[in-house]
């Protein structure tokens, strides 16, 4: 449904005045059937592509649980999807990497995601997304192959591959991401800022793959690493691909950080190629034992190291925090 306005007519000393009330949301979706769509991909679906950075098209989801995989299209530019999490809208969802497809084979990690961004320029508030399958290997909450994308105050939920970072620039922005293998991974360059990470189980944050060529790969600043489970023990991550880079920035770290704090997925000559760097990092998992070849930053080179400088790119992307 196109953004409406209602038409007041309000008369002051037998003037007739006419002003213009504007609607907030482009569409609504309730699972109760309140709002314009019960599902989040029939709003998606209807959004149009004249949606721009000044007129974006904006997605409201009333509170409740979505049961449902959701796939934003490449045209859909400019769209917000926006909750609340104070009453937060959890879109869930449960493939998982084993299960068997319509070919009998098995799915494989790229196609499991809850929610996937094919689009550019799209942003998501205040939601959950969840990939409820648990502790049965690779399975995506999130998946993201949309440039200049950002989120802001959501959560996401998985157990091994929450979060597949496949292409583009992405900026996040006090969200929370749970997970315990390889749980933020991929080859996009991605900037956290103020997250919460939670380990439910021993493994490790990150699996980066960021090409050889791109100066930045995942950036964690203001962040914090925690766990539900005291005896969790995890590494800040493992590349998945030679030249994977990874930055913490002025992070607190509990004891479920180890004191080697990466790993080198049992392939020594990634030593030598894996970029991983660390600044300002306290508390108990913030070891001085860190593997010899990660990098400390200096105080001038941290600070250099913001939003802008690592997603500015070529066409000067700056996201605004919301």
Request: charged share 20%; aromatic share 10%; with cysteine.
């Amino acid at each position: 449904m196109n953004t409406t306005a209602a038409r007041v007519l309000i008369t002051v000393a037998g003037i007739g005045l006419a002003c213009t009330t504007a609607r907030a949301d482009d569409a609504v979706v309730a699972p109760d059937g309140s709002g314009e769509y019960r599902s989040v991909q029939e709003a998606i679906n209807a959004a149009p592509q004249s949606a721009s950075a000044a007129a974006p098209w904006t997605i409201r989801l009333r509170p409740g649980i979505y049961h449902e995989l959701v796939y934003v299209q490449r045209e859909k530019h400019f769209v917000r999807l926006v909750g609340d999490p104070s009453h937060p809208a959890t879109i869930s969802f449960a493939l998982r990497a084993s299960q068997l497809g319509g070919d009998g084979k098995p799915i494989g990690t790229f196609r499991t995601p809850t929610l996937w961004i094919d689009a550019d320029d799209f942003s998501v508030e205040g939601i959950t997304v969840e990939n409820s399958a648990g502790n049965v290997g690779q399975a995506l909450a999130l998946r993201v192959d949309g440039d200049r994308v950002s989120f802001s105050n959501c959560h996401f939920v998985g157990w091994q591959d929450t979060i597949l970072l496949n292409r583009g620039r992405q900026y996040f922005s006090g969200c929370t991401i749970d997970g315990a293998i390889d749980f933020i991974f991929g080859a996009a360059t991605s900037y956290f800022d103020h997250c919460r990470i939670v380990c439910v189980g021993d493994g490790y944050i990150t699996a980066a793959s960021t090409p050889a060529g791109a100066p930045y790969g995942f950036v964690f600043a203001q962040c914090a690493i925690t766990s539900p489970k005291p005896a969790t023990r995890t590494y800040l991550g493992r590349p998945w691909r030679d030249h994977a880079s990874v930055t913490f920035i002025n992070t607190e770290m509990s004891d479920v950080v180890r004191p080697a704090g990466w790993n080198n997925w049992k392939k020594p000559g990634q030593e030598k190629t894996a970029r991983y760097a660390e600044y300002g990092s306290t508390g108990p998992g913030s070891s001085a034992g860190r593997v010899t070849w990660e990098r400390k930053l200096t105080a001038p080179e941290a600070a250099a190291i913001t939003p802008s400088a690592v997603l500015s790119g070529a066409d000067g992307w700056v996201p605004a925090p919301r």
